[in-house]
């Protein structure tokens, strides 16, 4: 049951913030910071509008019983081969049948998603967002520049722990010459607690940890940095495709 933690940890910042997921924040942080797992946790992720389809549709395509498991939630927030079991069509039926994406953005921003399937997009969690101009949590707004780097899951090296946060370096996605693009090298401030309650204390200095909305996710190997590196960077060349 070690992916519906992780899984958790990538989902609670968003929630918090009140963008995405039902009502369940404290009951959330609590099962993070405990790291513990029952049917509670599992149906507050199943509330979110997007998320579980998600992991649902990867899990069906790498004949996967479990959603949760710990290499589909992987796949879907930082990348990995099971991805690459993907197609297009696959991803079209799923869009079109399943998550109804005709019904949340406008016939256009429709038209251009539906070209980049067959280019290699996959259903990682920076294509949705990069491509996929609408937001789809609670708030139908566009994206901006900010948000999409807030909502992107990024890597950075922890350089320093500063009470309840650390500093990373990392690159940002910002705009140039009209394009998305990786920025030079930040450094950010990130948390790692919210409300007395601990989302990943054993990160230490040196190590490589993705965050999410400015919170703290996991410590992450070099492969797995790879990894997202490798798929956001392609999310971000078919986001340029239709800029």
């Known amino acids: 049951m070690e992916g519906?933690?992780?899984c958790a940890r990538y989902a609670f910042m968003p929630n918090h913030l009140g963008y995405c997921g039902p009502d369940e924040n404290?009951?959330?942080l609590g099962y993070i910071t405990n790291e513990e797992q029952d049917a509670g946790l599992?149906?507050?992720?199943?509330?979110?509008?997007?998320?579980?389809?998600?992991?649902?549709?990867?899990a069906r395509a790498n004949k996967i019983p479990d959603p949760y498991e710990q290499q589909v939630v992987e796949a879907y927030w930082i990348g990995n081969n099971l991805l690459e079991n993907v197609s297009g069509k696959q991803y079209y039926k799923y869009l079109t049948d399943e998550f109804s994406l005709h019904k949340k953005i406008d016939r256009k921003s429709l038209q251009y998603v539906y070209g980049k399937l067959p280019m290699g997009a996959k259903?990682?969690?920076s294509f949705h967002v990069l491509n996929i101009f609408r937001r789809t949590g609670h708030l139908s707004i566009n994206h901006?520049?900010?948000?999409?780097?807030n909502c992107c899951i990024s890597c950075g090296k922890v350089l320093k722990k500063i009470s309840?946060?650390?500093?990373?370096?990392?690159q940002p996605l910002v705009i140039k010459e009209g394009k998305l693009v990786k920025g030079e090298k930040m450094q950010k401030e990130i948390i790692n607690e919210v409300d007395g309650g601990s989302l990943k204390a054993e990160i230490d200095i040196g190590?490589?940890?993705?965050?999410?909305?400015?919170?703290?996710?996991?410590?992450?190997?070099?492969?797995?940095?790879?990894?997202?590196?490798?798929?956001?960077?392609?999310?971000i060349d078919l986001a340029n495709l239709s800029l």
Do not use: G
């Open 207 to 235: 190590d490589l940890a993705t965050f999410h909305w400015n919170a703290v996710c996991e410590k992450v190997t070099p492969i797995q940095a790879r990894n997202l590196s490798f798929y956001t960077t392609q999310a």
């Open 164 to 170: 309840d946060k650390l500093l990373v370096e990392y």
């Open 123 to 125: 259903p990682h969690h």
């Open 144 to 149: 901006t520049v900010e948000t999409m780097d």
């Open 26 to 28: 404290k009951n959330l």
């Open 42 to 58: 599992e149906e507050i992720l199943t509330d979110f509008q997007t998320l579980k389809p998600y992991l649902t549709f990867i």
């Open 4 to 6: 519906i933690i992780t």
